[in-house]
C-alpha cells in the first residue's frame, strides 16, 4: 500500500501562489500515474492533473495555464505548482496514486490518498 503525506498549503490572498508535495513511500513499483484531488465543503471531490509515469500530464480545465504539476522520483515527492490563485481554489487538496495502466482524473481510478492539506485563497 502506498503511503501519501501531503504539505505546503495554507492561507494566501487571491492572485498569490502556493506550491503542495506529496511524499510517497511504501510501494515496491512506482505508481503509473499520480495525482492532486480537491474537496470545497459541500462539493464532490474534483480531479485537478495528473502525470504519468512517462511525463504526460492532463489539466481540468479550471486550473489550466494556471497549475502545474510535477515530480521529482529521485525524491519520490509530487509537486502542484498554484499560481494567481483564486477565491474557487478553496479546498482540501489530495494527493492520490494509481497503479491502473492509464491516468486520468477520475478519482475512481486512485486507490491510494493521502490525508490532505488546506488551501484557502481569500479575496
Known amino acids: 500500500q502506498v503511503q501519501l503525506v501531503e504539505s505546503g498549503g495554507g492561507s494566501v490572498q487571491a492572485g498569490g501562489s502556493l506550491r503542495l508535495s506529496c511524499a510517497a513511500s511504501?510501494?515496491?513499483?512506482?505508481?503509473?500515474?499520480m495525482g492532486w484531488f480537491r474537496q470545497a465543503p459541500g462539493k464532490e471531490r474534483e480531479g485537478v492533473a495528473v502525470i504519468a509515469s512517462d511525463g504526460r500530464k492532463t489539466y481540468a480545465d479550471s486550473v489550466k495555464g494556471r497549475f502545474t504539476i510535477s515530480q521529482d522520483n529521485a525524491k519520490n515527492t509530487l509537486y502542484l505548482q498554484m499560481n494567481s490563485l483564486k477565491p474557487g481554489d478553496t479546498a482540501m487538496y489530495y494527493c492520490?496514486?494509481?497503479?491502473?495502466?492509464?491516468?486520468?482524473?477520475?478519482?475512481?481510478?486512485?486507490?491510494?490518498w493521502g490525508q490532505g492539506t488546506q488551501v484557502t485563497v481569500s479575496s
Open positions: 511504501g510501494y515496491s513499483y512506482r505508481p503509473y500515474c
Open positions: 492520490a496514486a494509481s497503479s491502473l495502466n492509464y491516468c486520468v482524473t477520475h478519482r475512481g481510478a486512485f486507490g491510494s
